[in-house]
């Protein structure tokens, strides 16, 4: 294996990391890399200095600082491009149909029936 | 200058120049319309509820001074509470308009009479009536036959589902005995957007004017009307997308540029004869601007209530305080709307702000807090009109074809004041009976001003107006204002209805006085 690509496997693994920590997922939304290919992320950052960085060693995101600094690089970025993917659209789907399983609404004609307007005067 | 010819021409294709345009256009006259905005493809405004989160902070931002494409101009609104909303394209701001379509009241006609507040206008709900029920048609407006608050209308589309959040509130209003109905949508169907997508001035009427014959002229932007010394407007200079003055010479010009746009027209073709502005013999022009201030009211619950879905402006709204009643201490009133709560960009962005959510392990928690988990209402007050809120052009700001740009001047009556107070303390009572957790309250919002009123006042005469009844301009008799400036109230709904049923109204005038403007 080449040492460029060899680096490239790196930041790319470094950069997965990265992604699912902030995104990790839950009993409904896939974590971020399970929705959107990391390469669409690589590709939007594609001259940041930020992506030369994973390829020399793992970034220690207990520290603040590094913390910080990708949420501040990838933050709007990896927002829109997860939330607006596919996948997420379908689980946010699933999630909701779950969640409102057991609400009933009721007839929007019977409702306004509920309501006695015989006792207001509009102005026609 | 290069010299062209036309017989009518339209000055902007928004919601009520594409009304007149379409109206006027199966006469057998060339009619041109020029759009100081460009002609955008319709897959990127067709836009669905997941990729507006996106380009609402983008190209279809509603501030032209946050947009700052060229087609913008800049608008001062330093000493405004309120920033203006609008969209320069064909198609004007109904690209970005959320599609909720109600008419004006019968009593928003005649406010001076009934409430001795604001003007009276010089035509009445059922003068507008069949143009309100044309358009309906030509819109494609849905809704429910029947609302107490409104005569009769009919033939509407199937009303939109009022979802889950909207049949809590219902709940709320009738235990309160508050008046509440499914709101008036311009939506439709089609295969592809199966839930529906708002027709633009585009769909509606541009492309059926375009296919009887009229020309539309995008990235032209009209600088100034041009006159003859008998006070006829001759034409326009207009700078095309290459910077390149042309003068188009017109018989008859409509000027449909909205409250903002029309006045800085008028304003910029000043001349020996009109040093205040052309029209602007009453000294009115620019005045009286009017812009619908805006509450905001959320109920927070502890369950998921799918309220980022249904539709886009308003699912249900009340007009249990729309009429002056004196204990209340203040004149006409507010509608309250049902907004759609934020999808989950804008969730996060918005709980970030408070810093209630971070990336990382409690990510989801805190987002799904929030989403779709609070009802948002809109306090709508209707404006009055007032001589001291007013636009005038701004020398110091101009836009990419130099001319200047606007600046508004805007405060809030005491009377709107007390109106917004009030609003906010009724629609916390609501919440009260939904059982909400909490609720978040403030007004006036300030990026609101998309409701444009004013400016240009229709009026009896030219000592106290500047145009008639038919919007036909006091000082110069073949120019019409067809939008929204000439309003002399506000009311207290979205005006879209009302923009193109003046419009048709105005152009149906002018379709049957054709040979008293066209020189043959």
């Known amino acids: 294996m080449s040492l460029k690509l060899n680096k490239y496997l790196l930041m790319k693994n470094n ?80 999630r909701k149909k779950n969640y409102l399983r057991n609400v009933k609404k009721e007839n929007m004609i019977k409702l306004l029936e509920k309501v006695k307007y015989t006792k207001k005067i509009f102005r026609k | 200058m290069k010299r062209e010819k036309t017989d009518i021409l339209i000055i902007g294709t928004g919601a009520s120049g594409a009304a007149s345009a379409w109206n006027l256009s199966k006469l057998n006259l060339k009619i041109t319309c020029l759009e100081q905005g460009p002609l955008i493809d319709k897959k990127k405004y067709s836009f669905n509820s997941v990729n507006r989160e996106i380009t609402k902070f983008k190209d279809f931002n509603i501030d032209p001074n946050q947009r700052k494409l060229d087609s913008d101009y800049p608008i001062n609104t330093v000493n405004s509470p309120i920033s203006i909303a609008n ?51 030509m819109v494609g407006v849905s809704g429910l036959t029947g609302d107490p608050a409104y005569p009769k209308i009919n033939n509407l589309l199937p009303p939109l589902d009022i979802g889950y959040s909207g049949n809590l509130l219902a709940k709320a209003f009738n235990k309160l005995g508050w008046h509440w109905w499914p709101s008036y949508s311009a939506v439709k169907k089609s295969k592809k957007f199966k839930k529906g997508i708002r027709p633009t001035a585009v769909e509606v009427y541009l492309n059926k004017a375009v296919k009887n014959g009229v020309i539309i002229k995008p990235n032209c ?76 009211v959320e109920g927070h619950f502890d369950k998921f209530l799918a309220a980022n879905e249904g539709a886009e402006g308003c699912a249900l709204y009340s007009h249990e305080f729309y009429k002056t009643k004196k204990k209340r201490g203040f004149k006409r009133g507010y509608i309250i709307q049902l907004l ?38 809109a306090i709508i007050c209707e404006d009055v009109p007032d001589k001291n809120n007013y636009v005038k052009l701004d020398h110091k700001n101009k836009d990419s074809s130099g001319m200047p740009g606007v600046k508004v001047n805007y405060k809030l009556s005491k009377n709107t004041k007390k109106m917004l107070s ?99």
């Open chain 2, 87 to 137: 969209y320069n394209a064909v198609g004007g701001s109904t690209l970005i308009s959320s599609g909720h379509y109600p008419r004006f009241h019968p009593s928003d006609f005649n406010t001076k009479k009934i409430d001795n507040i604001g003007s009276n206008w010089l035509f009445n709900y059922y003068d507008l009536e069949k143009y309100y029920n044309l358009n309906d048609k």
């Open chain 2, 340 to 377: 759609k709560s934020p999808g989950p960009i804008e969730s996060f962005h918005y709980l970030k702000k408070f810093n209630k959510i971070k990336f990382g392990k409690y990510f989801f928690k805190d987002l799904f807090n929030y989403y779709g988990c609070t009802i948002p209402l």
């Open chain 2, 221 to 296: 932007r009209v600088l100034k009307i041009k006159m003859s010394p008998k006070n006829i407007a001759t034409g326009v200079i207009y700078s095309d997308k290459n910077n390149k003055k042309i003068f188009l010479e017109a018989s008859i010009i409509l000027l449909s540029a909205s409250a903002i746009g029309t006045p800085r027209i008028l304003f910029n073709s000043s001349s020996k004869k009109f040093p205040k502005g052309l029209g602007n013999s009453s000294g009115q022009l620019g005045k009286n601007l009017m812009l619908h201030p805006l509450g905001f």
């Open chain 2, 422 to 520: 009030h609003g906010i303390n009724q629609c916390k009572k609501l919440f009260k009976k939904t059982g909400a957790k909490n609720v978040v309250a403030f007004g006036p919002v300030r990026k609101t001003g998309w409701h444009l009123v004013g400016t240009a006042k229709m009026g009896t005469s030219k000592k106290n107006s500047v145009v008639n009844k038919f919007g036909q301009c006091h000082d110069v008799k073949n120019l019409f204002i067809i939008d929204s400036s000439i309003f002399p109230s506000s009311s207290g709904v979205n005006i879209a209805s009302t923009v193109q049923a003046v419009s048709l109204m105005i152009s149906d005038h002018i379709k049957k006085n054709l040979t008293k403007f066209i020189n043959k």
């Open chain 1, 15 to 94: 950069l997965k990391l990265i992604l699912n920590t902030m995104i990790p997922g839950d009993d409904y939304m896939p974590c971020f890399t399970k929705a959107v290919k990391v390469e669409a992320i690589i590709k939007k950052l594609k001259k940041n200095k930020f992506l030369n960085d994973l390829k020399k060693k793992q970034i220690n995101l207990n520290e603040k600082e590094n913390w910080d600094n990708c949420v501040k690089i990838l933050g709007s970025d990896i927002l829109e491009v997860y939330f607006t993917s596919n996948s997420v659209i379908k689980s946010l789907n699933l």
